[in-house]
């Protein structure tokens, strides 16, 4: 508020965001789980080597929190005697890795048509609509268990089927916001000044979707997360001896009524990040938006603004 | 309100051809059918004498047409592990499954609707804040995960409640339970969200004058108008709600149709999977339709 926070960068907007995070106690939480996550899958996990699949014969079935055996079995180990902690973090690497490529694709691709659907009109938006509502109406698990059976379980096809699920939310979301904002003045402002239907797309709509978008992208991070999980925990997504949290959840699923900790661990980091990324993505609604900012800079314009704002 | 529902039933129809078609071509262009069809061991010959017996040697456009006149006739060809066809394979299982997803349904609206009312009667008090985080956490629960340590708190360790299976009121808990969570986290905030709305308005306000009870006020006066965003929800959540029953018949060993079609996938039943998408996908176009009929019955200005 006042007192000017200490700037550790140099770009104002980044300065002013995290100012705002700094206001949201569970919002700065998720985002060090999120960022612990994401250092793990990307930046541990890969240089780990062959850890997680190591096993030790005397060490099987240990239970967690024996802190003689140091980091390898603080989080037990399986009938193997491979790390719990250690395959969670090599799990990380698939689980981050499938759910972001999947949200980021799904994002861009589900944005690009949704802007032209929405811009072009006519047959283009008809024909979009009509194929993101079929994808939709539709249970995405079941549509990938159908065509994860048909072609291999590779994680290449399960990204590619991530995508193919999650395109049409975008491309519906894109298209209402431009159909919205396609009207505005500033569009044809531009229009009148010689702009190219490109140039509009680009450069007027899509910075007024992009907010809406990531908002949706962060959250969707969570739900192919839990997507994937669900997908390997049925034995039809990640294969082993590859690890995925969901592959590690159905491997202990045998074991329940003696080893519950090879089923607690991975489920529970599943939570923790879908949870994560649940709440940065609302955190990111406030923030993106500049009639709500206000809630998470802590001066309250006057309150008849903020209404109009929220009416609208 | 009827044009609607022929439109939505046009819609609804478009979409199960494509839908079917999809599936129709990705089984063929993925590889050889009869590869598909039969167990991964089988012989040159054996894989020879069923494309032959089944028509997979016919060009393409001849076996789609065989296919269409099939569907026409509800025919999806005999179970290859069931001596019976795929479809009866799949109609026996689907009333578990529905009674399964119907009653899920009616408690999560009935749970939602409370938390909901009573977060959005005190907004920002202290049990507004604890349903907004048991909504939000809801949501985020890996489904199969909470089935287990469900399994393993109640079932393993209390001896509360059977670990699978059907039977008593007492098998429905756990699957009830597991099934709700996810649907459940939005349909709190989405009540929460349209009843604070409606309890500002002019007619509350109203209400509140003529000094009629507040249980009165929240749960006569103010839910039928709060009630369409969540119904909507629920519509939208059918999806979910399915994705869900796979899971969890699988888990709880319910033997619904989510439960058949892993069964089939593993046990390369490529008929009875066929049967089991188009029984689901068509299951989740009636419910739509019953959620517009719906909206029409509890808002009398829909109904045109």
Same mark, same amino acid.
């Given at each position: 508020m006042s007192n000017p926070i200490p700037a550790p960068f140099g770009n104002p907007a980044l300065r002013a965001y995290l100012a705002m995070l700094r206001r949201d106690r569970f919002a700065v939480i998720a985002v060090t789980v999120l960022i612990l996550v994401l250092v793990t899958g990307l930046v541990i996990a890969p240089l780990m080597g062959d850890a997680a699949v190591l096993q030790d014969l005397r060490a099987r079935m240990r239970p967690p929190f /024996?802190? /003689?055996?140091?980091? !390898?079995?603080l989080l037990g180990t399986d009938l193997l005697g491979r790390s719990v902690l250690y395959r969670l973090a090599a799990g990380a690497q698939l689980s981050v890795s499938i759910a972001l490529t999947a949200a980021v694709a799904a994002a861009t691709i589900g944005t690009a048509i949704g802007i032209w659907a929405g811009y072009a009109g006519g047959i283009v938006e008809g024909v979009a609509m009509r194929i993101a509502d079929v994808i939709l109406s539709f249970p995405t698990l079941l549509l990938a268990l159908l065509f994860l059976y048909l072609l291999d379980s590779q994680t290449g096809n399960i990204i590619l089927l991530l995508i193919i699920g999650r395109v049409p939310l975008y491309i519906r979301v894109a298209r209402a916001e431009t159909l919205e904002t396609r009207g505005r003045l500033f569009v044809d402002a531009a229009r009148s000044l010689g702009a190219t239907s490109w140039t509009i797309c680009t450069r007027e709509i899509a910075p007024v979707v992009l907010p809406t978008i990531l908002t949706l992208a962060a959250l969707d991070v969570g739900v192919l997360m839990l997507l994937e999980s669900g997908l390997s925990f049925l034995g039809l997504g990640v294969q082993p001896p590859a690890v995925s949290w969901g592959g590690m959840v159905a491997e202990g699923r045998r074991w329940?009524?003696?080893?519950w900790w090879l089923t607690l661990f991975p489920g529970l980091a599943i939570f923790l990040t879908a949870l994560s990324a649940t709440i940065f993505s609302n955190w990111l609604r406030v923030a993106m938006d500049p009639a709500h900012r206000w809630r998470l800079e802590g001066t309250r314009p006057g309150a008849a603004s903020a209404r109009s704002g929220i009416a609208s | 309100m009827a044009s609607l529902i022929l439109k939505r039933l046009a819609e609804s129809f478009l979409s199960l051809i494509c839908l079917v078609c999809a599936v129709f071509f990705a089984a063929r262009l993925t590889g050889e059918p009869g590869k598909l069809y039969l *167990?991964? %061991?089988?012989t040159d010959e054996v894989v020879d004498a069923f494309n032959r017996q089944h028509g997979f040697d016919q060009p393409i456009w001849k076996q789609f047409l065989d296919f269409v006149v099939g569907l026409t006739r509800l025919?999806?060809?005999?179970s290859l592990r069931r001596q019976q066809p795929a479809l009866s394979a799949a109609l026996e299982a689907y009333p578990a499954t529905l009674s399964l997803v119907a009653v899920t349904m009616v408690v999560a609206l009935l749970i939602s609707t409370l938390l909901g009312c009573l977060a959005a009667?005190? *907004?920002?008090s202290i049990f507004d804040r604890l349903s907004t985080g048991l909504a939000v956490s809801a949501a985020s629960f890996p489904d199969f995960w909470l089935a287990l340590m469900g399994v393993l708190v109640f079932?393993?360790?209390? !001896?509360? =409640? *059977? %670990?699978s299976g059907t039977g %008593?009121? =007492?098998?429905w808990v756990l699957p009830v339970t597991v099934l709700m969570m996810r649907p459940l986290g939005s349909l709190v905030q989405v009540v929460r969200g349209s009843m604070i709305d409606v309890l500002s308005s002019a007619y509350m306000a109203a209400a509140r004058g003529r000094g009629i009870p507040v249980w009165r006020q929240l749960f006569i006066h103010a839910l039928r108008n709060a009630s369409l965003p969540a119904l909507t929800v629920l519509g939208i959540q059918a999806a979910a709600f399915l994705n869900g029953a796979v899971i969890v018949e699988t888990i709880f060993g319910w033997p619904g149709i989510g439960r058949l079609m892993i069964t089939a996938i593993f046990d390369r039943d490529f008929p009875v999977v066929q049967a089991t998408v188009v029984v689901t996908a068509v299951s989740i176009f009636l419910l739509n339709l019953v959620v517009d009929v719906l909206y029409g019955v509890i808002d009398p200005r829909i109904r045109l």
């Open positions: /024996q802190l /003689q055996f140091g980091l !390898h079995s329940i009524n003696s080893a | *167990p991964l %061991t089988a025919d999806f060809g005999e009667f005190r *907004p920002g079932s393993v360790g209390l !001896h509360w =409640l *059977p %670990t %008593t009121w =007492l098998h």
